[in-house]
Nanobody
């Protein structure tokens, strides 16, 4: 079965950097959607960066210019490079994939498979 395992979270001071990894296994076909989402305490899960199959990642406005998502297809790993971190970036970060056709890959509902999450805490 499809398994996604995130790592790389931690506690940093504002202005610092972290790189999250998402190791994927259990599938042979290329996902139709790949994405990073986050959920802060008391808030809903929001999109951070998403990409359709072989497309470019699209970022939510609050992280543009600071976060970069990319994939290593040979390693079946998805990454999220986060720079200039702010206190408002504090959240549980999740990676997600889906294999169905016909979705824009922008919404949480477009994704069926999720990792367990990795916590990012930014102190100001």
């Amino acid at each position: 079965q499809v398994q996604l395992v995130e790592s790389g979270g931690g506690s940093v001071q504002a202005g610092g950097s972290l790189r999250l990894s998402c190791s994927a296994s259990g599938y042979t076909s290329y996902p139709s959607c790949l994405g990073w989402f986050r959920q802060a305490p008391g808030k809903g899960r929001e999109r951070v960066a998403t990409s359709p199959r072989f497309g470019m990642f699209i970022y939510t406005d609050s992280v543009k210019g600071r976060f970069t998502a990319y994939r290593d297809d040979a390693e079946n790993t998805l990454y999220l490079e986060m720079n200039s971190l702010k206190a408002e970036d504090t959240a549980m970060y999740y990676c997600a994939v889906d294999f169905r056709a016909g979705f824009a890959c922008n919404a949480r509902s477009d994704y069926h498979y999720w990792g367990q999450g990795t916590q990012v805490t930014v102190s100001s």
